[in-house]
């Protein structure tokens, strides 16, 4: 069995979109001061260019695990 965990961000923006930034393989023992840190420097830092504009706001954040079970055909 494979677990794959993903960072999700949720980011509101100029154009009061919601633009979600997905980060693979996220470590699972990430806090959520952690996260709060880096969704503040990445609006801070506006390095990204997304269609809805700027980003401005934190909306929310989750890590979603998910669990593969590879099946062995006969």
Do not use: H
């Amino acid at each position: 069995m494979a677990v794959k965990t993903v960072l999700e961000m949720d980011f509101q923006t100029e154009l009061n979109k919601t633009y979600r930034m997905r980060i693979n393989d996220a470590k699972d023992d990430l806090t959520g001061t952690d996260i709060n840190t880096a969704m503040d420097n990445i609006i801070d830092k506006d390095v990204f260019s997304v269609t809805g504009g700027a980003l401005m706001g934190k909306l929310a954040a989750r890590l979603v695990s998910t669990e593969t079970s590879e099946i062995p055909l006969v």
